[in-house]
T-cell receptor, first 113, second 112 residues
Framework: SQTIHQWPATLVQPVGSPLSLECTVEGTSNPNLYWYRQAAGRGLQLLFYSVGIGQISSEVPQNLSASRPQDRQFILSSKKLLLSDSGFYLC????????????FGPGTRLLVL | QKEVEQDPGPLSVPEGAIVSLNCTYSNSAFQYFMWYRQYSRKGPELLMYTYSSGNKEDGRFTAQVDKSSKYISLFIRDSQPSDSATYLCAMSRVTGRRALTFGSGTRLQVQP
């Protein structure tokens, strides 16, 4: 069966510091991968998605970037964090060619101070 | 106007009640309709999905899609305190952009 991991689970970072969040998926090949941000009490904002290694689509221009160095690894990065980057970051995967079954990881809670 | 609208709630019901959660949408290209449940501080969990119009039942949960009205519903029968969570609707096209469009979620509280 498929499993999706995210780490770290929680992170407290000062403004201006760099960021690296990692997501890995097990049990599937060539998945579509997604990064979302969820502000407190708000819906999901799609940040990036990837349909293959090195292929990144950006949904919202901002202080963040994403990379997919391996088939089942998705990384969210920032060179300098802003206060507004605080939130709950969720990674998700979907089987290539499917449009209806997207599965989420446990999330990373980021607090920028 | 957002592509998907969902009442944020909170919706408070007594245990055993029938719960109705709803979303409206504007994009007629959406063909897949999903419902997710999200407990506090956890990732969303896929409850069920439907394709095009019609009903789908899974235990105490029934998903309903009315494409003519651009309206989808999730019914929960015999609601339990463990159903207390935020419920997110999501939808997608058959082709094109490989991503889902989410509603903002409805917070449900089932009182024991």
């Amino acid at each position: 069966s498929q499993t999706i991991h995210q780490w770290p689970a929680t992170l407290v970072q000062p403004v201006g510091s760099p960021l690296s969040l990692e997501c890995t998926v097990e049990g599937t090949s060539n998945p579509n991968l997604y990064w979302y941000r969820q502000a407190a009490g708000r819906g999901l904002q799609l940040l990036f998605y990837s349909v293959g290694i090195g292929q990144i689509s950006s949904e919202v221009p901002q202080n963040l970037s994403a990379s997919r160095p391996q088939d089942r690894q998705f990384i969210l990065s920032s060179k300098k964090l802003l206060l507004s980057d605080s939130g709950f970051y969720l990674c998700a995967w979907m089987e290539a060619g499917r449009q209806e079954t997207q599965y989420f990881g446990p999330g990373t809670r980021l607090l920028v101070l | 106007q957002k592509e998907v609208e969902q009442d944020p709630g909170p919706l408070s019901v007594p245990e055993g009640a029938i719960v109705s959660l709803n979303c409206t949408y504007s994009n007629s290209a959406f063909q897949y309709f999903m419902w997710y449940r999200q407990y506090s501080r956890k990732g969303p969990e896929l409850l069920m999905y439907t394709y095009s119009s019609g009903n789908k039942e899974d235990g105490r949960f029934t998903a309903q899609v009315d494409k003519s009205s651009k309206y989808i519903s999730l019914f929960i029968r015999d609601s339990q305190p463990s159903d207390s969570a935020t419920y997110l609707c999501a939808m997608s096209r058959v082709t094109g952009r490989r991503a889902l469009t989410f509603g903002s979620g409805t917070r449900l509280q089932v009182q024991p």
